[in-house]
């Protein structure tokens, strides 16, 4: 299979021919590759990509309520009952709109989808792959902390800051006006909210873990204590430091997932990563910032237009 650089020389080889249309060469490479992919494996394919990398800062390339617009196309006409491979690169974003996606995916395809990470699905995009049966990855890819975040600030970190804050306050009285300052920072309710925010993430991953990955186990105090486990090691904020950190496939499979390495399938992996690099591609040099996208062709494709002068 073509490798980065090849894939673009076939898309500028294409450009040629489509008048230096770079929207319709992308395309047309992109959806070669996905249809080989979808021979190979036999199954529904449904790509979701967003553009953060090479276009940060654009608001709607998080995981959001529109995107469920983009699914419901690219479920459309599929066979059902082939399954689904959700081919995954996302920053994250709404815990709402994840858990919207999965509600209507698994309704659609009941527990047979398995996620396929190409190379970053973080946050939100970690969840979603929780909620699917098997979860493919490769040496390089990785998934990240399911730690909520509230208007960029970490809800477990201003829980355990609320808590300190406490403790020290009530061993030591001068500490007091420390804290006022830093508490006094947030809003009324705030604290609330994290706590919230953090017990919806855990319940979402767990009950899906439990419904879906780890559906076809017996009930057990086993299974149950090994998905506790893996949610506790994913929402871990002290253990993982930052919510940019990547858990890789060795991480992912010692918590406890159930994740597969995508080199075991010398021709799976090939396929699978030019089609990465078929989307990397799109991202990077169409407005495009992100694509919902089946096996079909059928998509959702949203661009950015910069203003011109």
């Known amino acids: ?66 995107d469920k617009n983009g699914f419901m196309m690219a479920v459309n006409m599929l066979d059902r009952s082939k399954g689904l491979d959700l081919i995954l690169h996302t920053p994250g974003g709404s815990i709402a709109a994840a858990e919207s996606i999965v509600n209507y995916l698994r309704k659609m395809f009941n527990i047979d989808i398995r996620a396929i990470i190409p190379q970053i699905a973080m946050s939100a995009g970690t969840m979603i792959a929780c909620a699917c049966k098997k979860i493919l990855m490769a040496k390089h890819s990785n998934l990240g902390p399911i730690d909520p975040h509230l208007n960029g600030i970490p809800a477990q970190g201003v829980i355990d ?68 486990e893996i949610v506790n090691r994913l929402t871990n904020y002290q253990e993982n430091k930052s919510h940019e950190k990547h858990i890789h496939y060795e991480e992912c499979e010692e918590i406890g997932l159930d994740v597969e390495l995508i080199e075991d399938d010398s021709d799976l992996q090939d396929l699978i990563l030019t089609v990465h690099h078929c989307y990397m591609h799109t991202l990077m040099n169409t407005p495009s910032y992100k694509i919902i996208e089946n096996h079909l062709g059928t998509a959702l494709v949203k661009h950015h237009v910069t203003s011109q002068k």
Request: with cysteine; glycine share 4%.
């Open 1 to 66: 299979m073509p490798n980065w650089r090849q894939i673009l020389d076939e898309i500028t080889k294409r450009n040629q021919t489509y008048q230096r249309n770079a929207n319709l060469s992308s395309d047309f490479v992109r959806r070669k590759y996905l249809k080989q992919l979808h021979r190979h494996t036999e199954r529904n394919i449904i790509a979701y990509y967003s553009g953060w990398l090479s276009k940060p800062g654009i608001q709607g390339s998080e995981i959001n309520d529109e």
């Open 161 to 228: 800051e609320f808590a300190r804050a406490h403790k020290e306050i009530q061993a030591d009285n001068t500490r007091l006006a420390v804290w006022q300052f830093i508490i006094g920072k947030y809003q009324p309710t705030f604290l609330s909210q994290c706590e919230n925010s953090v017990k919806w993430s855990k319940e979402f991953v767990k009950n899906q873990l439990k419904e879906a990955m780890f559906g076809e186990e017996a009930d057990s105090p086993e299974k149950d204590k090994k998905i506790i």
